[in-house]
């Protein structure tokens, strides 16, 4: 099991930006796909981008294409969010989780261990 801690978050005007981290622990870290996930209020946890071991793949939701970069440093064992031009829409619970594999998955069910979640507000 990996433990995932997370940083960053807070409130941001619309149009602002904000970085998030999640620091990982106990196994090798390049092994594994990262990915980050949100949780709206009232709706279910979704997708938004994820990074394969070493970087070299990257998957994003629509919603925050060319908005968002994921991004990770394995020295540091570390995943970062860089989110730019965010939108009120863009407000919820973000959780980093560790892939089952090294790819940059999707699907929430291939995600075995999740990081503690931290809070974006976009306010309008």
């Known amino acids: 099991q990996v433990q995932l801690v997370q940083s960053g978050g807070g409130v941001v005007p619309a149009g602002g930006a904000l970085r998030l981290f999640c620091a990982g622990s106990?196994?090798?870290?390049?092994?594994?796909?990262m990915g980050w996930f949100r949780q709206a209020p009232g709706k279910e946890r979704e997708f938004v981008a994820a990074i394969s071991g070493r970087g070299a793949n990257r998957s994003y939701a629509d919603s925050v294409k060319g908005r968002f970069t994921v991004s990770r440093d394995n020295a540091k064992s570390t995943v970062y969010l860089q989110m730019y031009s965010l939108k009120p829409e863009d407000t919820g619970v973000y959780y980093c989780?560790?892939?089952?594999?090294?790819?940059?998955?999707?699907?929430?069910?291939?995600?075995?261990?999740w990081g503690q979640g931290t809070q974006v507000t976009v306010s309008s």
């Open positions: 106990g196994r090798t870290f390049s092994s594994y796909g």
């Open positions: 989780a560790r892939h089952r594999a090294v790819v940059a998955g999707t699907a929430q069910y291939e995600y075995e261990d």
